[in-house]
């Protein structure tokens, strides 16, 4: 056997967990703001932990493992910007963030998926994949060139520019957003 093969091999075997591991803490860098769990293709995280994992065990979302985003990785995804008129003040607003159909392809959710989007109220929008990408429907994380605030509508809000969309522009301004859960953390995946 030539040593120095086996030595080279072993060095290079003791060096992998610890490049892996510097690459997933790489991955995430924040709190975890969004949880993608169910029918994913890629996970960063392991089940939901009743004892620390408080508001999703108050909400009965169970998973083995999910793949979660940080705000930085939001960040790193294509922002769209939309202006929607919306129904609190009845004025226009600059919203931004990236589609919530690119959040779930980097989360490996496949096309036909069904999703479950969740608030921080425990308000629970089903919706398809389809639909998501029909309605253009964005993750957004900011408002008015600021941060969605946690307790105002974030840290993000599932919403599309309803005054554009057929499905919704001609429905009264209360109407137009039934869809579109703020203060978004959480959405379950099945396959459609």
Same mark, same amino acid.
């Given at each position: ?7 080279g ?15 997933? #803490?790489?991955? @995430?860098?924040?709190?975890?703001l969004?949880?993608? *769990?169910g029918?994913? +293709? ?6 939901? #932990? %009743? ?16 793949? $979660?985003?940080?705000?930085?990785? =939001?960040? @790193? /995804?294509? $922002? ?21 159909? *690119? ?11 069904? =999703?479950?989007?969740?608030? $921080?109220?425990?308000?629970v929008?089903? /919706? ?5 990408? *029909?309605?253009?429907?964005? $993750? ?9 605030? =946690? +307790? ?15 499905a919704?522009?001609?429905? %009264? ?9 703020? +203060? /978004?953390? *959480? ?6």
């Amino acid at each position: 056997m030539n040593k120095r093969h086996f030595l080279g091999t072993a060095a290079l075997a003791g060096l992998l967990p610890s490049v892996n591991a510097s690459a997933a #803490d790489a991955a @995430r860098t924040g709190p975890g703001l969004l949880t993608v *769990s169910g029918a994913v +293709g890629k996970t960063n995280r392991g089940p939901v #932990d %009743p004892a620390l994992d408080q508001l999703m065990a108050k909400h009965g979302v169970k998973f083995d493992k999910a793949y $979660v985003f940080d705000a930085e990785a =939001l960040r @790193r /995804l294509p $922002v769209v910007r939309i202006k929607p008129t919306l129904e609190y003040d009845s004025k226009p607003h600059a919203l931004a963030g990236p589609l919530l159909t *690119s959040v779930m392809e980097a989360a490996g959710v496949p096309a036909d998926a069904m =999703l479950a989007l969740r608030a $921080v109220d425990g308000y629970v929008v089903p /919706l398809r994949m389809a639909d998501a990408r *029909s309605y253009r429907m964005i $993750v957004a994380t900011e408002i008015d060139g600021g941060p969605l605030a =946690l +307790g105002g509508l974030g840290p993000q809000w599932a919403v599309y520019e309803a005054d554009t969309l057929p499905a919704f522009k001609d429905k %009264p301004l209360k109407e137009r957003f039934a869809l579109c859960p703020w +203060g /978004l953390y *959480s959405i379950e995946v099945t396959r459609g």
